[in-house]
C-alpha cells in the first residue's frame, strides 16, 4: 500500500507554496495535484498552470463538476410540478409598534441571547408563499435550463439560484465533492491519501483555528504545511525557488480564485470592473440565464438583504452592474469616490506589495 500526496493547487500563492514544499518531502510519482475548475476562473489562472506544469515538470490533474443529470432531473420535475400548497416559512413577531419582540426561555421566561451577545428575536410559523411554479416559470425555465458544460453556471441553474455566504453550495459542489471523489477512488485502489491543504491561520477568522494535521479516517490525513506562515513568508518561499506568483497579484487582485467570487470585497470587485470587464459582463448574461430558471424569476450574483416585495426593484438593485457602480462609491456607499478615475487599469498593483518583484516577471 503506497500513499499518495493529493495538492489542492487553486492557482493562489498559498497552494503553490504547498505543492512546492510536497515535492521536495515526497518522492514525485506520489505527489499528486489537483484543480478544482469552478468555470468562474481567470485565464491567467489557467495560463498559470500551465506555467507551473512546465517549470515544476508536472502534471496538475483539472476536476470539473459535470451537472448534466441534476439538469435534466430538475427539468422533469419543473415539467411534472403540479404543487399547490404553500411553504412554511418563520418571520418575527413584532410587538404594537411593530419593534422586533425578544424571545424568552420556556420555563424560567429569561431573555435569550446569542453567542455575540446579541438579542434573539421570537420567530412564528405562518403559512408563506406558494411553491408551486407558474405555468409561465415553467416555460421561462425549461427554455434556457440545459447543460452549458460550464460548472459554475450549470449549478446555479440547477440550484435556481447563486450561492451566498450562508447557502455557500459553490464551494462544496465545484471543489469539495470533486476533490473527495478524487481522493475516494485512490483509497477504494488501496492507497493512503494525504490531503495537502494551503490553508494559513492569519488568512481569515474562519482558519484562526486550523491544525498542521488531522486524521479524517479511512485511511485519510489533512496536512496544512503552511498553517502558520504569513503572505510574504508564502511569496518568498516561492520566489527563493525561481517561481513567479500568479500575475493577478500583481493587478489588484488580493486572491485568486473565482473571478468574482461572490464574497468578494468591495475593492476588489472594483479593481475586477476596471481591469477585467468582460467577466462582470459574463456575470450579467448569467444574472439573465439563472434568473430565468429560478421560481421567483430573478437571481443575482452577489446577494443582500432587501425590503422590497417586487423582483423588479430588487434585481434592478442588486445586479452585478449595480454592485459595482456601489464599488466606486466611498464608505457607506452614499458618494462616488472621486479618485476612483484616476486608477490606472493597465498599471502594476498588489495588495501584497509585489509590484517591486516584477523583475520576477521577467526573469
Ligand atoms: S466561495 Fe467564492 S471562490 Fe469559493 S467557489 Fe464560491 S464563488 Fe468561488
Same mark, same amino acid.
Not at 475586477?272 to 468582460?278: D, M, N, V, Y
Given at each position: 500500500?503506497s500513499?499518495?500526496?493529493v495538492?489542492s493547487?487553486?492557482g493562489g500563492?498559498d497552494s503553490t507554496?504547498?505543492l512546492?514544499?510536497?515535492l521536495?518531502?515526497c518522492p514525485?510519482?506520489?505527489v499528486?495535484?489537483?484543480?478544482?475548475?469552478?468555470?468562474?476562473?481567470?485565464a491567467?489562472t489557467?495560463a498559470?498552470?500551465?506555467?507551473?506544469e512546465l517549470?515544476?515538470?508536472?502534471?496538475?490533474t483539472?476536476l470539473?463538476?459535470?451537472f448534466?443529470?441534476?439538469?435534466g432531473?430538475k427539468?422533469q420535475?419543473?415539467?411534472?410540478d403540479v404543487r399547490?400548497?404553500r411553504?412554511?416559512?418563520r418571520?418575527?413577531?413584532?410587538?404594537a409598534?411593530?419593534?422586533p419582540?425578544?424571545a424568552r426561555?420556556p420555563g424560567?421566561?429569561?431573555l435569550i441571547?446569542d453567542?455575540?451577545?446579541?438579542?434573539?428575536?421570537?420567530t412564528?410559523k405562518c403559512t408563506?408563499?406558494?411553491v408551486?411554479w407558474?405555468n409561465r416559470?415553467?416555460?421561462r425555465?425549461?427554455?434556457?435550463?440545459?447543460?452549458?458544460g460550464?460548472?459554475f453556471?450549470?449549478?446555479?441553474m440547477?440550484?435556481?439560484?447563486f450561492?451566498?455566504r450562508?447557502?455557500?453550495?459553490?464551494?462544496?459542489e465545484?471543489?469539495?465533492a470533486m476533490?473527495v471523489?478524487?481522493?475516494?477512488?485512490l483509497?477504494?485502489?488501496?492507497?493512503?491519501?494525504i490531503? $495537502?491543504q494551503?490553508?494559513?491561520r492569519?488568512?481569515? %477568522?474562519?482558519r484562526?483555528?486550523a491544525? &498542521?494535521?488531522?486524521?479524517? #479516517?479511512?485511511g485519510?490525513?489533512?496536512?496544512?504545511p503552511?498553517?502558520?506562515?504569513?503572505a510574504?513568508?508564502?511569496?518568498?518561499?516561492a520566489?527563493?525557488?525561481g517561481?513567479r506568483p500568479?500575475?493577478?497579484?500583481?493587478?489588484?487582485?488580493?486572491r485568486v480564485g473565482?473571478?468574482?467570487?461572490?464574497n468578494c470585497r468591495k475593492?476588489e470587485?472594483?479593481a475586477?470592473?476596471?481591469?477585467?470587464?468582460?467577466h462582470p459582463?459574463r456575470?450579467a448574461e448569467w444574472e439573465?440565464i439563472v434568473?430565468?430558471?429560478?421560481?421567483?424569476g430573478?437571481?443575482?450574483?452577489?446577494a443582500?438583504a432587501?425590503?422590497?416585495?417586487?423582483?423588479?426593484?430588487?434585481?434592478a438593485?442588486?445586479?452585478?452592474?449595480?454592485?459595482?457602480? $456601489?464599488?466606486?462609491?466611498?464608505r457607506?456607499?452614499? %458618494?462616488?469616490?472621486?479618485l476612483?478615475? &484616476?486608477?490606472d487599469?493597465? #498599471?502594476?498593483?498588489s495588495s501584497y506589495?509585489?509590484?517591486?518583484?516584477s523583475s520576477?516577471?521577467?526573469?
Open positions: 500500500m500513499i499518495k500526496h495538492v493547487v487553486s500563492k507554496a504547498t512546492l514544499i510536497a521536495e518531502r514525485r510519482e506520489d499528486l495535484p489537483i484543480f478544482c475548475d469552478t468555470g468562474n476562473e481567470h491567467d489557467y498559470y498552470l500551465d506555467y507551473l517549470a515544476l515538470d508536472i502534471k496538475i483539472r470539473k463538476a459535470d448534466t443529470e441534476q439538469l432531473a427539468r420535475f419543473i415539467a411534472r399547490t400548497r411553504e412554511a416559512v418571520r418575527e413577531v413584532v410587538d409598534q411593530g419593534r419582540v425578544q426561555r424560567d421566561g429569561a441571547f453567542a455575540a451577545g446579541k438579542p434573539v428575536i421570537k412564528r408563506g408563499r406558494k408551486r407558474s416559470a415553467k416555460r425555465a425549461l427554455s434556457v435550463m440545459y447543460p452549458s460550464n460548472p453556471l450549470d449549478l446555479c440547477w440550484k435556481g439560484r450561492p451566498s450562508k447557502a455557500q453550495f459553490c464551494t462544496q465545484l471543489k469539495t476533490a471523489e478524487f481522493q475516494l477512488e483509497m477504494e485502489a488501496g492507497h493512503q491519501v490531503s $495537502w494551503g490553508i494559513r492569519n488568512e481569515s %477568522q474562519n484562526r483555528n491544525k &498542521l494535521s488531522e486524521r479524517v #479516517g479511512g485519510l490525513w489533512i496536512f496544512r503552511i498553517v502558520e506562515w504569513t510574504e513568508q508564502v511569496f518568498e518561499f520566489a527563493a525557488r517561481i500568479n500575475p493577478l497579484y500583481l493587478q489588484g487582485m488580493g473565482c473571478m468574482p467570487c461572490i475593492d470587485l472594483r475586477i470592473a476596471l481591469r477585467f470587464p468582460e459582463a456575470i439573465r434568473s430565468m430558471c429560478s421560481k421567483r430573478f437571481s443575482t450574483f452577489m443582500d432587501h425590503d422590497a416585495k417586487d423582483r423588479r426593484v430588487i434585481f438593485d442588486l445586479n452585478i452592474w449595480t454592485r459595482i457602480e $456601489w464599488s466606486k462609491t466611498t457607506g456607499g452614499q %458618494q462616488r469616490d472621486l476612483i478615475d &484616476l486608477d487599469a493597465g #498599471g502594476c498593483s506589495g509585489l509590484c517591486d518583484q520576477l516577471e521577467a526573469a
